[in-house]
């Protein structure tokens, strides 16, 4: 569809004699109800029908009371579900024809021409087949009597949009599926539970995670907890692993670790084929070593519990999309699937990636495990080899010479000291002697600096806070002192941990090199912090973490509300001047406003939003959520707010507020910021490897080009490295936030799943891409 068109067209008036059907489908995901209160509310803005169809397509062959109409209401308080509200269910009646007839039976009845379907592949190749055979169903309808030709024309093209809802995130060409962060939070959270009990016994713990064919839950909780080893079947061990492995448990046994843990999915195999069982790993290293071992199989924990911040915002972000591509369709569009690579929505041809999908697992049938781990995405394959990388126990006998100090500068934030283990214990791999510096420019001022190796780091991936310590302090006023300290300790290069200070630290250091020579060694930013406001990348490490603790307090704040009802609470939230996180945790926790400094408002905006809530007071959902960024404007304060609120809903609501203040900085890290951590560590040092001996001259280091000062940040797509220097100009160094911030454009999905009658830009939205060319590298 041309953009063009797009523009022109006003969407809330795009679904007008249109009707839409959203059906749940195969195993179920936490997440999946964000998907299905974002297609009915956004399906219900553009003015179209919506139904929700109950068990899946169980509930499309039967019909009647399974196929019922959908209302704004009867999607609220699903966001922080687990599971599907909609009921999921294996159908073999849709597998026949006869079945399938009868579904399109139902579907033309009620004029609907429009299906969501979330699931897994085996969901979405159904609904392809029901729409590739559609026209022929018809004509076996009308010659049985059971339509008539009218009925048949009117709904003579059926349109079908996947969103894949599946924990394993086993779906080629799609970054992460709905239900796989969760699925890794409840992992991660077992994981944190048994290392304590482990430690306390000096046990190996082996932990079975589900994957039948997929080992993505596997290899990202080995990464984000650090295990002694990993079985995956994408990628199975050599032959001989049995005494590699008891080899690397004695080993770490000898270094001083308590504990083991050794992660494997429940697909696991070996180079033969043959099934890898935990009771077979058990036996090996209870008969070899006589280990105290233990084995969990976590089963169906996976699936429960309530939804990550990061799935809500997947799920609804992706219902918007699937709206726009299901009313943007025409006969000609291929099904497609919606997703999010990076930050980005896309929409991907549904075959294409069903194909790849089942490549995989004949890659994998066949013994050519290379080609099957290639074909998972070149995100899947970095983790893996990051975790390789990161998995080795001997150093190198070689040593480079080289010396590497790291630090944490500003606020302490969860996921610092994964950043920080990663980068300690690649440097160690590549032959550097890796120095920890305390407190930050204050601690390289003050040589409060000391070696550090892999026994001080090992366990840290899991701790919240800095265990460096970390301080706001920047290098300015501390210039001579941090020169003479980076000559006395021979530090070759630099590794700075943090947020807006440590990009603004950054910038102070390598302007001093014009005076300094010290200074002119190599620098990475690494970007940690809650607030999301360094230049240079789109996520910092912490920020998940942050986003996760805002959303399950609005989320005890919402039920509170439901309980006492004709309640309003108003919240401030941490951020800086930066409103990523009112943003974000307003989209996860359905808020019905959030305040931020980057969208200016005025006392207009405010009357209209206590009008939109006095409006909401007469729906059976009497509460309201609002979000405030702590700086967003200097006169309307918190206390102006909640003074405003409760005068203007007297006799109609009551306000309260909650500051949730330094609750947002602790912590243990979620997942994806334990992942994201130790990806940026490791790569930190990959890349100052590469910078020092591009820097090595005459026999000494000597770097003064600006790409040898560079942020770390994730781009879109990927990890990427941009000079200090460049960024200068894209930054507001008053308010401390980036010139530019994606994630100002999904505010709008927020303010239309709250009800606000306003615009969405849909010429924004995604075109149809090919698998082949979009391999990103964002969550996974």
Known sequence: MSKDFKLTMDPTKMGIGRSIAVLTSGGDAQGMNAAVRATVR?????????????????????????????????????LQLGGTVIGSARCKDFRSREGRMKAACNLVKLGITNLCV???DGSLTGANEFRTEWSGLLSDLVRAGKITQEEAKKSSNLNIVGMVGSIDNDFCGTDMTIGTDSALHRIIEVVDAITTTAQSHQ?????????????????????????????????????????????????????????????????????????ITSDQIKKLVTDRLGFDTRTTILGHVQRGGTPSAFDRILG???????????????????????????????????????????????AMASGRFDDALKLRGKSFENNWNTYKLLAHINPPDVKSNINVAIMNIGAPCAGM???VRAAVKMGIIQGHSMFAVHDGFDGLAHGQIEPINWTTVSGWTGKGGSMLGTKRTLPGKLLDEISENIAKFNIHALVIIGGFEAYVGGLEMVQAREKYEEMCIPMVVIPATVSNNVPGSDFSIGADTALNTITSTCDRIK??????????????????????LATMAGLAAGADAAYIYEEKFNIRDLKTNVEHLVEKMKTTVKRGLILRNENCNANYTTDFIFNLYSEEGKGIFDSRKNILGHMQQGGTPTPFDR?????????????????LK????????????????????????????????DLKEDTDFEHRIPKTQWWLKIRPIMKILAKYDIKLDTSEHADMEHVFNKRGDHRK
């Not at 029908?49 to 999607?75: C, M, N």
């Not at 099904?335 to 697992?361: F, H, W, Y």
Request: proline content about 4%; glycine content about 10%; charged content about 20%.
């Open 694 to 725: 591009e820097c090595y001259r005459h026999g000494r280091i000597f770097a003064n080009t600006p790409d040898s000062a560079c942020v770390l940040g994730m781009r879109k797509r990927s990890l990427t490295f941009q000079p200090l220097a």
């Open 559 to 580: 039920q509170s509300a439901a309980g006492t009802k004709r309640r309003v609470f108003i919240v401030e939230t941490m951020g800086g001047y930066c409103g990523y």
């Open 417 to 419: 000291n994964a950043a």
């Open 42 to 78: 956004v399906g219900l803005y553009t003015g179209a029908k919506v139904f929700f169809v109950h068990e899946g397509y169980q509930g499309l062959v039967d019909g009647g009371d399974h196929i019922r109409p959908a209302t704004w209401e009867s999607v609220s308080m699903m």
């Open 316 to 362: 609804s972000r992706m219902g918007v999309e699937a709206v726009m591509a299901l009313l943007e369709a025409t006969p000609d569009t291929p099904a497609c699937v919606v997703s999010l690579s990076g930050n980005q929505a896309v929409r991907l041809p549904l075959m294409e990636c069903v194909q790849i999908t089942k490549d995989v697992t004949t």
């Open 203 to 275: 046990r190996t713990f082996i932990l079975e995670v589900m994957g039948r064919h997929c080992g993505y839950l596997a290899l990202v909780s080995a990464l984000a907890c650090g295990a002694d080893w990993v079985f995956i079947p994408e990628m199975p061990p050599d032959d001989g692993w049995e005494n590699h492995l008891c080899r690397r448990l004695t080993d770490q046994r000898a270094r001083g670790s308590r504990l083991n843990v050794i992660i494997v999915a429940e697909g696991a195999i070996s180079r033969d084929g043959k099934p």
């Open 118 to 120: 979330i699931g897994g």
């Open 675 to 691: 992942n994201f951590a130790t990806k940026m560590g490791a790569k930190s040092i990959l890349w100052l490897t590469e910078k």
